[in-house]
């Protein structure tokens, strides 16, 4: 059983930024491929960015690349999503999840992680 506890969101202008964490329980936290994604109201789940095992390697949505950063530090069980230059059409409920089989082919798709997080909202006004 995996833990996820995000952190960090908040109210925010447009142009600011924000550094969401999340902090994973588990002894083997080190082999998980971490994923963020968010949801906006009446809208999907969808994915923003996802960090391999060793944090070598990333994936980010077209919409957000260039202003967030994803990193993990395995020995303290923590991934992190720092968020430059929000805008409201950011304005969701940010979520991290873990998918402890390790795939890296799903990273982009909700059912290819199989722990969750309770999600933090960000809220981005213009």
């Known amino acids: 059983q995996v833990q996820l506890i995000e952190s960090g969101g908040g109210l925010v202008q447009a142009g600011g930024s924000l550094r969401l964490s999340c902090v994973a329980s588990?002894?083997?936290?080190?082999?998980?491929?971490m994923g963020w994604f968010r949801q906006a109201p009446g809208k999907e789940r969808e994915f923003v960015v996802a960090i391999s095992w060793s944090g070598g390697t990333t994936d980010y949505a077209d919409s957000v690349k260039g202003r967030f950063t994803i990193s993990r530090d395995n020995a303290k069980n923590t991934v992190y999503l720092q968020m430059n230059s929000l805008k409201p059409e950011d304005t969701a409920v940010y979520y991290c999840a873990a998918d402890t089989t390790t795939r890296w082919s799903t990273r982009r798709i909700v059912n290819g992680y199989d722990y969750w997080g309770q999600g933090t909202q960000v809220t981005v006004s213009s």
């Open positions: 588990g002894r083997t936290f080190s082999k998980y491929t």
